[in-house]
């Protein structure tokens, strides 16, 4: 005949009680986070790009040599692309869905909010990566102003 352990079982303690708080809370608050980083993602892409489009537009008519250059044309088109591929992706995270889920069925609550937070999540770090990308590449545009001005 097999032996049963009983395990003792004690209710929680203060510390362990806040930190479950903290945890939840933190879980809770995570949507609001991505969303907030995704803002920033948005305003920094549309402040990159008016610079971008403010520097061709009050350029005189004798523009520098490097712009003529066909590798800064393509790499000014590569930013242009992951800015706004990066703008999309951002505000995908932003842009409201629609989630039916029963009042009272705490797995279905569960997996929507699950799903949710997958979907915030996913399109976050692509728009981190294109924004990076294009950020990167505009480095290299300027690194490439600078050795052709020097």
Not at 96 to 109: C, G, I, S, T, W
Not at 119 to 141: D, E, M, N, P, S
Request: with cysteine.
């Amino acid at each position: 005949m097999r032996e049963y352990h009983i395990q003792s079982v004690r209710p929680p303690r203060a510390d362990e009680d806040a930190l479950a708080g903290w945890f939840e809370a933190q879980r809770l608050k995570s949507p609001d986070t991505l969303e907030a980083a995704a803002r920033q993602i948005v305003s920094l892409v549309t402040t990159l790009l008016g610079l971008l489009w403010a520097v061709l537009a009050l350029g005189n008519d004798q523009t520098p040599a490097y712009v003529g250059q066909p590798l800064v044309g393509w790499l000014g088109v590569g930013v242009v692309v992951l800015l706004l591929a990066a703008l999309a992706c951002a505000l995908a995270v932003l842009y409201p869905r629609r989630f039916e889920v029963p009042l009272h069925n705490v797995a279905a609550q569960r997996a929507a909010f699950e799903a949710l937070m997958r979907h915030k999540a996913t399109w976050l770090a692509r728009a981190w990566w294109c924004f990076y990308c294009g950020v990167a590449l505009l480095g290299v545009i300027v690194i490439l102003a600078l050795l052709a001005a020097a």
